[in-house]
């Protein structure tokens, strides 16, 4: 039985931030467009949900931005870090020149269903829910669309062209046999929730304390944690056991004591292998990857999400118009990775040397000599605006340029 096939001007493998913001811009601009997501939903657990400055920025120029802050969500207007029992104050964003001086942490899948509600107005946009990308359609040459399971069977989309926004384990990327680039980092994440049962003493958002390096996150009557652990270090800890475990979060974190025993299972921390890779070429003809997809980011500083953000703002500024001619070219795909490349570039190697010197010999945190603390007090104000620039705007930030159709 031959598989069901359709025909569109823009195939987005992946309904993350890339894909659905890509998809709703092209829509927008009067781009047919069909997106891909292979889950039914949505929801997932311990996805980024900061939402930056800079994206809000692109919400305000969409026209969207009062509905979007209707959501749920908490703002964040300056971050703070502990080392040991003294705190040290981090990116100010009350200085930045945008819209909204804080960050908004907001569940992913919120963000999302938001970003494909709006798609939905305009009629060419498509989204597939339960639609997994499996293989690419080649023909003289060029990606011509790709293949996908369903419930309803096999589908063929056939499109002029294919963007691989389906995240760090792509599946575009990976048959295309694009080349990667990695960076070796050298640490894993260990992601949980614990309740709130008293308010955090101070708005910290990570802290160094008794040889652990430990991430909260206030979510309202929730905090999400992040523990930062050497690279296959988490076979080890779950070899010393719950209780050690538990203990280790205590020891840096001790306000957490309260609840810190609704980890009564290891199915309740989830390890997240951080890497920081990149596509040599980001392009092939009738492909281009965009997102993680073609730059896996750590989740330092909570960039990814806004940095793929940026990747679907440029692509669609370069590309709609001359996906609505059919005049695509090589070059054009060239352009996006271009316009895109050095921004990434810049916060990836920002990543790859804070990993490098987080943990010292025997895998124990590094710890920052008293002079070295000294200078970062001295330093303090212009290391606050300079570290909000970079982690709330970024190097190049994009602004939307496509006209609604």
Known sequence: MSPRSIRTTCCVAGGGPAGVMLGFLLARAGVEVTVLEKHADFFRDFRGDTVHPSTLELMAELGLLDDFLKLPHQEVRSLKVAIGDQEYDGPDFSHLPTRCKFIALMPQWDFLNFLA???????????LMKAEVTDLIEESGRVAGVRAKTDEGDLEVRADLVVGADGRHSTVRQRAGM?????????????????????EPSQVLGRIRNGKILVTIDRGDYFQCGLIIPKGAFDEIRRQ???AFRAGIVSAAPFLADTVHELDSWDKVKLLTVQVNRLRQWYRPGLLCIGDAAHAMSPAGGVGINLAVQDAVATANLLAAKLRQGTVTEADLRRVQERREMPVRRIQAGQVFIHRHMFGPGGQPFAFPWIVRKLIGLLAPMLRRVGARVVGIGFRPERVETREV
Request: charged share 30%; net charge negative; aromatic share 14%.
């Open 117 to 127: 509600e709006q798609g939905k107005r305009y009629p060419a946009f498509h989204l």
């Open 179 to 199: 080349q990667v680039d990695d960076f070796g980092v050298p640490i894993d994440v260990l992601w949980f929730r614990l309740s709130k049962s008293i308010e």
């Open 241 to 243: 056991g719950l209780e």
